[in-house]
C-alpha cells in the first residue's frame, strides 16, 4: 500500500475514534440519567412532594443540556461511514445499514418527539401523560442503544449473513437482533449509563452537601442514585466478566492482546500489572503483578481454561488470510482493559462506602467522601472510554472481524487532504461545545449559583 | 411493485418528510435576525418550534440511513463524494442543534446572539446545500466506472444545482413565514404575514426556474421522457402561485399547505427526473448508478419493507399529534406563565 493511501486510512481512523469516543461520552449518561429523572417524576407524582418535582427540573436540566450534544455528535456517526469508510459502506450495507434504519425509525422518532413533548408539555398535558411522555423517551433512548449496538456487534461477531459477489447479504434478521454478543455488550452498556447517571447524580449531590446547601433535598436524590449504583456496578463486574467470555470464543485475538498473552497458556494468571512485554521483540515483562489462574476463568469460566497467545494466533491467521500482521496493538489494548476494569472496580468500592456512610447517616458530614464522590464522576467517563478504545482497537486490523481489513474499507474518492481538513474541524468545534458544554452542566449543577431575580424555571422550556 | 422501487419511494418519502417539516422550523431559523423586535418575541419564535424540530430532524436521519441499508451504493458514493458539503452540513447541523437548547441556559445578551445566529446561519446553510446535492443526483457528477465520484469540491457546483439551493432556502423561508403566522400573534404576527408576502415573489419565480429546469435537466441528462417529470413540477409551480395567492389574501393556512405541497411535489420532480438512476455520471452515462444497481438483497429490502410499513403510520400519527398538542398560537404572557407547583428550576431558597 503507498504511504499516502495509508495517511488517508489512518487520518479516517484518528477521525471516527475522535468523534465516536465524543459522541459517547454524552450518550451513556444520556442513558442512566433518563430514567433516573423519570423515576424522580414518577415519585413526585405518586406523592406529591414538591422535592420531587423540584429535583426532576434540576436533573432534568442537566440532562437535557447532556443530551442536546449527544444528538449533534451523532449525526456526524451516521454519516461518516458513508463520507470516510464507502468501501465498507458498500460491502456491510445489506447488514448494517437496517438496524441503523430500523433504530432511526423505532428509536430517534420517538426520543425526539416525546422528549419535546415532556419539555415543552408541563402545562398542555395531563400529569400522567406528561409524565409518560418521559418514559417514553427513555424507551427511546434505550432502543437506539440496542439497535447501535446489534449494529457494532455484527462487526465484532458477524452473523446472519453471506458473502456473494464481495459484499455481505443478510440471510437471517433474527440471527442479526439475537446475536450473543449484541445481547452482551448492550447489557454492559445499558449498565455503564447507569452507572454513569447514578454517579453524576451521586457526585453532584456530594457537592451540594460540602457546601452545605439544600441538605435535606438532595439527601433524597442521593439515596436513590446509591440505590441504583450500589447494585449496578457490581452487576456490572459479572457482566464485564462473561462480556469477555464472549470476547474470548468470537475475538480470540483481542483477549490476547488485553491479556499480552504471547504464548497459549492452561491454566493463565492475570496480569494486574506488568513492565516491558508489549512487543513482538519484547514478549517478556520485565516486571509483573500476576493472579493464577485468574485469566483462565476469566476467558472461559473454569480455572483451568486454555487462552491462546497471540504468537499462536498470528501462526494461525497468517494460514488463514495470507501475509500480514493481524495483532492488535498490544500496548494499548493491555492497558485499555486494565483502566476499564480498575475503574469498575473502584466505582463499586464508592457506591458501597456510600451505601454505608448513607445507612449510618454520615453521608452529609463526610467531607472526604464527599470530595471523593465529586472526583469519581469522572470514573465512568474514563471507563467508558477505555471500553470502546479496547473493543474497537482490539478489533484491528479488520473493520469487520475476519471478513475486511480496515486498510482496505475506505473511501477511495476522499483525499488525505479533505481528512485532515475535516479531523481539523471536528477538533476544534468538538473541543468548543466540549468547554461550554462543562461550563453549562457546572453553572446548572452547583450550589452557589446566585438566583438572578425573576428567573424563569429552565427545564420548562423557555427559549 | 418491486421492493427495489418501493424503497426508491419511501426514501424520496423521508426526504419530503424532512423537508415539509424541518423546511419550516429552517424557514423560522433564517428569519429570526429580521422577524422579531426584542428578546421576548425571539423567544416566541424559538417556541413555536422548540417542541417539534428535533422530530422533524430526525426525518433526515431516517433517509440517510434507509439509503446505507436499501441502496449501500447509492449510499457509499454520494456520502464520500459529498465530503466537504456534508462536513459543513454537519458543522451547521451541530451548531443548531445545541443552538436551540443552549441559547436559554445563558443571561448575557451576547451568548443569546451568538446562538441566534448559529440558529439563523445553519437553517440557510443546511438547505442550500441539500439543495446543492439534491440537484446534483440528477444533473450528473464525475462518476467512474466503479461507481467512485472522481471529481472535486468545486465540481458539486453548476449554474442548475446552485439554483437548486437557492430555490430551497426561498423555499422554505416562505414556508417558514407562513408556518409564524398561523403560530404567532400580535405585532409579530402581523410581521409574520408580511414577511410570507415579501418572499412569496422570490421564492415561486426561483422555484418555478428551478421545476422547470429540473425537466429539463432529466429529459437532457438523465435521459427521461418529459412525463411523468412534468406532472409534480406543474403541481409545485401550480402549489407555488397559489401559495402566494393566499399569502396576499391572508389565508396563512392554507397557504402553509401550498408551501408544504409545494416542498413534496419539488422532491416528487427530483425524485421522478432520476428514476430509474440514483446518481447520474456524468463521466460516462453508463456509470451512473441505478436502483436496480445499487440496492440491497431481497431479503434485506423485505425485512426493512415490515418495519417501515408498521412503524412509518405509528410515527405520523404520534408526530400529528404532538402538533395538535402544540396548537396554540404563541403569545407573549405565556413566557411567564405559571409552572405547576412552585417554580424549581433550581432549588433555591423558597
Known amino acids: ?463 | 411493485m418491486n421492493l427495489q422501487i418501493l424503497w426508491f419511494c419511501l426514501i424520496a418519502f423521508f426526504w419530503s418528510g424532512y423537508f415539509v417539516l424541518e423546511g419550516f422550523d429552517f424557514g423560522v431559523g433564517m428569519l429570526l435576525p429580521f422577524l422579531p423586535r426584542g428578546e421576548e418575541e425571539r423567544s416566541e419564535m424559538f417556541r413555536s418550534i422548540g417542541p417539534v424540530w428535533d422530530g422533524n430532524e430526525v426525518w433526515l436521519v431516517v433517509a440517510g440511513a434507509a439509503t446505507f441499508a436499501a441502496f449501500p451504493s447509492w449510499y457509499g458514493t454520494m456520502f464520500s463524494g459529498f465530503y466537504l458539503a456534508l462536513l459543513f452540513v454537519l458543522v451547521l447541523l451541530i451548531l443548531r442543534v445545541v443552538s436551540f437548547e443552549w441559547r436559554d441556559k445563558g443571561d448575557k445578551a451576547r451568548w443569546r446572539r451568538v446562538w441566534m445566529w448559529a440558529n439563523a446561519v445553519g437553517s440557510a446553510g443546511i438547505p442550500l446545500v441539500w439543495g446543492v446535492a439534491l440537484a446534483d443526483l440528477i444533473y450528473g457528477l464525475p462518476i467512474d466506472s466503479g461507481g467512485d465520484y472522481t471529481g472535486n469540491f468545486w465540481d458539486l457546483f453548476s449554474a442548475y444545482s446552485v439554483l437548486g439551493g437557492v430555490a430551497f432556502v426561498l423555499l422554505f423561508a416562505f414556508h417558514g413565514a407562513g408556518y409564524l403566522a398561523l403560530r404567532t400573534s400580535g405585532d409579530l404576527y402581523e410581521r409574520a404575514r408580511r414577511a410570507a408576502r415579501a418572499l412569496a415573489v422570490p421564492a415561486i419565480a426561483v422555484g418555478a426556474a428551478f421545476m422547470i429546469w429540473t425537466v429539463v435537466v432529466a429529459v437532457d441528462r438523465n435521459h427521461k421522457d418529459v412525463f411523468p417529470p412534468v406532472l409534480p413540477a406543474v403541481i409545485a409551480i401550480v402549489a407555488l402561485l397559489l401559495a402566494g395567492y393566499f399569502a396576499y389574501r391572508g389565508r396563512n393556512d392554507l397557504g402553509f399547505a401550498m408551501t408544504a405541497i409545494a416542498t413534496l411535489a419539488a422532491v416528487a420532480t427530483l425524485f421522478t427526473g432520476l428514476y430509474p438512476r440514483v446518481m447520474v455520471s456524468s463521466t460516462s452515462f453508463g456509470n451512473s448508478l441505478t436502483v436496480s444497481g445499487a440496492a440491497s438483497v431481497h431479503y434485506t429490502l423485505a425485512v426493512m419493507s415490515v418495519v417501515a410499513l408498521v412503524l412509518v403510520p405509528v410515527i405520523l400519527l404520534y408526530q400529528s399529534w404532538n402538533y395538535y398538542v402544540f396548537r396554540a398560537r404563541i403569545t407573549g404572557s405565556e413566557l411567564s406563565a405559571p409552572v405547576p407547583a412552585q417554580s424549581a428550576t433550581h432549588p433555591g431558597p423558597g
Not at chain 1, 482490539?394 to 487532504?417: E, Y
Open chain 1, 1 to 463: 500500500m503507498s504511504a499516502l493511501a495509508s495517511t488517508a486510512v489512518d487520518l479516517a481512523r484518528i477521525q471516527f475514534a475522535t468523534t465516536s469516543i465524543y459522541h459517547f461520552l454524552f450518550v451513556p449518561l444520556t442513558l442512566g440519567l433518563g430514567p433516573l429523572v423519570a423515576i424522580m417524576q414518577t415519585i413526585w407524582h405518586r406523592t406529591g412532594n414538591d422535592a420531587w418535582l423540584r429535583l426532576t427540573r434540576f436533573f432534568g436540566t442537566l440532562f437535557l443540556i447532556n443530551f442536546a450534544i449527544g444528538v449533534a455528535t451523532g449525526l456526524v456517526q451516521e454519516f461518516e461511514f458513508g463520507m470516510n469508510w464507502s468501501v465498507y459502506s458498500k460491502f456491510v450495507g445489506n447488514v448494517f445499514g437496517a438496524p441503523l434504519a430500523v433504530e432511526g425509525l423505532a428509536a430517534f422518532m420517538l426520543e425526539s418527539t416525546f422528549l419535546g413533548l415532556w419539555i415543552f408539555g408541563w402545562n398542555r398535558l395531563s400529569p400522567r401523560l406528561h409524565l409518560a411522555t418521559l418514559w417514553i423517551a427513555v424507551a427511546g433512548t434505550w432502543l437506539s442503544g440496542y439497535f447501535i449496538l446489534v449494529a457494532n456487534s455484527w462487526m465484532q461477531h458477524p452473523v446472519g449473513y453471506k458473502i456473494v459477489n464481495g459484499e455481505a447479504q443478510l440471510t437471517s434478521v433474527w440471527a442479526l437482533v439475537s446475536n450473543g454478543f449484541a445481547l452482551r455488550a448492550y447489557l454492559h452498556t445499558i449498565l455503564a449509563g447507569l452507572i454513569f447517571g447514578s454517579l453524576v447524580m451521586l457526585g453532584v449531590c456530594c457537592w451540594h452537601f460540602l457546601r452545605g446547601h439544600e441538605v435535606d433535598l438532595f439527601r433524597k436524590a442521593a439515596k436513590l442514585a446509591l440505590i441504583v449504583a450500589l447494585p449496578v456496578t457490581l452487576l456490572q463486574l459479572v457482566v464485564g466478566n462473561r462480556f469477555g467470555e464472549a470476547v474470548t470464543s468470537a475475538q480470540s485475538m483481542k483477549i490476547a492482546a488485553s491479556e499480552a498473552q504471547w504464548n497459549s497458556c492452561q491454566p493463565c494468571g492475570f496480569s494486574l500489572f506488568q513492565i516491558g512485554g508489549f512487543t513482538e521483540q519484547d514478549q517478556k515483562p520485565s516486571f509483573s503483578i500476576t493472579i493464577p489462574k485468574l485469566l483462565s476463568y476469566m476467558a472461559d469460566g473454569s480455572f483451568s481454561g486454555e487462552v491462546q497467545g497471540l504468537n499462536q494466533l498470528q501462526a494461525q491467521e497468517q494460514s488463514k488470510y495470507g501475509p500480514g500482521n493481524y495483532m492488535p496493538n498490544v500496548r494499548v489494548i493491555y492497558w485499555s482493559m486494565r483502566v476499564m476494569a480498575f475503574a469498575g472496580v473502584l466505582m463499586f468500592l464508592i457506591a458501597v462506602l456510600g451505601a454505608w456512610l448513607y445507612w449510618k447517616q454520615t453521608l452529609e458530614r463526610t467531607r472526604w467522601f464527599q470530595w471523593t464522590a465529586i472526583g469519581a464522576i469522572a470514573l465512568p467517563y474514563i471507563a467508558a472510554t477505555a471500553g470502546w478504545v479496547l473493543t474497537e482497537m482490539g478489533r484491528q486490523p479488520w473493520i469487520v472481524q475476519d471478513l475486511l481489513l480496515t486498510s482496505k474499507a475506505n473511501s477511495p474518492s476522499v483525499s488525505s487532504t479533505w481528512v485532515g481538513i475535516s479531523l481539523g474541524v471536528f477538533i476544534t468545534l468538538y473541543a468548543v461545545l466540549g468547554i461550554v458544554d462543562f461550563v453549562l452542566m457546572r453553572r446548572y449543577a452547583r450550589p452557589d449559583r446566585p438566583e438572578a431575580p425573576g428567573e424563569l424555571p429552565a427545564a420548562v422550556a423557555t427559549y
